[in-house]
């Protein structure tokens, strides 16, 4: 790896103050971007899922805890595996409890789903440390129907809303693939009917940040003008952080 050039203060304040420039203009153009992803129309949930978790089976207005919305995290975590995902543990290590408070403050939930039985999840999340809530989907056409799980002997495989043929077009190896992907789903709860708001995959589901960046990909998104609980008011306060999507 090769380190920057040496330069003395003068260049480097000009080359600061354009690189400045740049990252204005993404940050722009990352605000107009939030604000298309906040329009996108929303799809009503028909299906009864059901999930497995710590106090048994429950639907997935269970997984809102109460909450407006819903952020789900794909975790890759096969059910003939004994452990998850390892780029899935890394960015769930991330997932703190100040981060996740922040969330609710802003009437969001976390939660991960994967296909392993709850006996996996539940065995291994113990061992990890982790407090997140974190359900089994195992029987389920959840991870099928969020296309996270691809197996075209049970449904036609799309892949960041691409099918087959044309992740073959740019990758021989997609041809014949099984198996289970990252993502993360979006969904906004309007009385007791759930909508599906966002899903984002590859590259994008593996962005991970402070609390802000999560409610960018959400329908409410940052809710500035929100009253905040009382005894809260900074509790959400972080600065905006810098991410590619």
């Not at 993404?26 to 899922?49: C, F």
Request: proline share 5%.
């Amino acid at each position: 790896m090769s380190l920057p050039k040496i330069a003395s203060r003068d260049e480097w304040r000009t080359a600061r103050i354009a690189l400045l420039q740049e990252e204005k203009a993404l940050t722009r153009a990352r605000d107009a971007l939030n604000t298309q992803r906040r329009e996108l129309p929303m799809v009503r949930i028909e299906k009864d899922y059901r999930f497995e978790g710590p106090d048994g089976t429950v639907g997935l207005l269970d997984l809102f805890e109460g909450r407006r919305q819903l952020m789900v995290g794909h975790f890759m975590f096969d059910p003939a595996w004994d452990e998850g995902c390892p780029s899935c543990t890394a960015g769930a290590d991330e997932m703190s409890p100040g981060l996740l408070d922040h969330l609710h403050t802003r009437d969001t939930t976390v939660a991960y789903v994967s296909r392993a039985p709850l006996e996996k999840i539940s065995a291994y999340r113990a061992a990890r440390g982790w407090t997140f809530p974190w359900y089994s989907s195992f029987g389920s056409d959840f991870n099928y129907d969020f296309h996270v799980t691809l197996d075209d002997t049970v449904a036609p495989v799309e892949y960041n809303f691409r099918g087959q043929a044309a992740l073959v077009d740019d990758d021989p190896s997609w041809e014949g693939w099984a198996g289970e992907q990252p993502g993360l789903s979006c969904f906004l709860r309007v009385g007791d009917d759930v909508f599906h708001t966002y899903s984002q995959y590859a590259r994008g589901a593996e962005s991970t940040g402070g609390s802000y960046y999560f409610l960018d990909l959400t329908a409410l998104g940052r809710q500035e003008d929100w009253e905040e609980p009382k005894g809260r008011a900074d509790s959400a306060r972080s600065a905006t952080p810098d991410f590619q999507t």
